[in-house]
Every structure is written in C-alpha cells, then in structure tokens.
T-cell receptor, first 115, second 116 residues
C-alpha cells in the first residue's frame, strides 16, 4: 500500500534563510509525487510535481523539490523563505500501479517563517 | 485555467438535517472527482472517488448511505451529508481530474460544515 510520511509537524525558519520540509514515501510502482500548500480555511494549492525526468523539480513561488529514489524522499526546499510562506504544506503520492488515480496525503507540516 | 468551484464555503445546520455540497469544474471537464475530509490540524482523508455517470467508490470505513455522492455530469459532483450529526462537522474538500490528464488535479476551496 502506498504511504507518505512527513516527519516534522512544524518547521520554524527565519525570513531570508533557506527552508526544507521533509517527505518520504512508499509505493509499489513508480511514484507520482506532489507538494501542496494550504492556507487557513482554504483548499489546497498545487506547488509542484514529479512524474518523470529531472530529479530536481521547480514549482510555484520559488519552491523546488528533489526526487531521491534511493532514499524514497521528495523534500521541499526554498533558498530564501518569506513570512508569507507560512502555511500548512502537504506532500502527496500517487502510485502508478494503482490505476485508480487516488492521491494519498502526508499528515502535513506547518511552516512558520519569522520576520 | 483549471478552476474548481466548491459551494458553499461554510454551512451550519441542525442535527438530523441533510446538507449538500457542490463541486464544479468551471473551465474543464472532470472525468473523476474526489472528496476529502479534513479534521482540524490533520491531513486530508480520501472519502470517495466519483466517476461521471457511475457509482462512487468509497474508501474503507466511509458510510456510503450517509455520504451520498452524485456525479451526474462532467462538470458537477455533489456530496450530501444525510442526517448530519455533530461528529460530521469537518472541512470537506473536493478535487477534480481533468479529462485526459493523469497528473494535474485541481482542488476546490473547501466547505466548513458545522452541525449543531
């Protein structure tokens, strides 16, 4: 069965510093990996995805993520954090083998960027 | 492009009544729509997958008679919470898969349901 783990409930970072939000996954086939951001009482906004190709994926708002097959990780990164990046971040995975297009979400990591 | 409208954004209802939540794809045809439930400070839990013109597929533990899903057209899916109880209070989010697109799903803005 597919699963996603976000080991940190919360990440604190100072504005201007680099940030990393961690994600590891488990699937039986090839993974489709996603990052989403959620602001209070709002739906999810898509940030980026990895389907195939370059392991380094660039997405919205200056975010990027690196797919590491050997470590089954897909950590979200940004070189310089902004206060406005403070939100709830979800990593998600879809297993190519499921055939049902179901997306499984991690528990979420709350990012606090301090001015 | 790829906008999903979810309505209402919030609703308060009395115990025992039913509530309908709509999820519309505004500028694309959605072959498949997904319904999620999110408890405070928790992740999204997939409730069911609905395909246009067919019965929804419910995840284990989700009562299909309580959470009625209808996907009558390629642009509209509805979730009806029947005989709502306070424990049904939650944030419900839909997402839609564009016809022919296996990767890009678009999410609605969510519905906050409070049952009193």
């Amino acid at each position: 069965a597919q699963s996603v783990a976000q080991p940190e409930d919360q990440v604190n970072v100072a504005e201007g510093n680099p940030l990393t939000v961690k994600c590891t996954y488990s699937v039986s086939g090839n993974p489709y990996l996603f990052w989403y951001v959620q602001y209070p009482n709002r739906g999810l906004q898509f940030l980026l995805k990895y389907i195939t190709g370059d392991n380094l994926v660039k997405g919205s708002y200056g975010f990027e993520a690196e797919f590491n097959k050997s470590q089954t990780s897909f950590h979200l990164k940004k070189p310089s954090a902004l206060v406005s990046d403070s939100a709830l971040y979800f990593c998600a995975v879809r297993d190519e083998d499921t055939g049902g297009f179901k997306t499984i979400f991690g528990a979420g990591t709350r990012l606090f960027v301090k001015a | 492009g790829a906008v999903v409208s979810q309505h209402p954004s919030w609703v308060i209802c009395k115990s025992g009544t039913s509530v309908k939540i709509e999820c519309r794809s505004l500028d694309f045809q959605a072959t498949t729509m997904f319904w999620y439930r999110q408890f405070p400070k928790q992740s999204l839990m997939l409730m069911a997958t609905s395909n246009e013109g067919s019965k929804a597929t419910y995840e284990q533990g989700v009562e299909k008679d309580k959470f009625l899903i209808n996907h009558a057209s390629l642009t509209l899916s509805t979730l009806t919470v029947t005989s709502a109880h306070p424990e049904d209070s939650s944030f419900y989010i839909c997402s839609a898969r564009r016809q022919g697109d296996n990767y890009g799903y678009t999410f609605g803005s969510g519905t906050r349901l409070t049952v009193v």
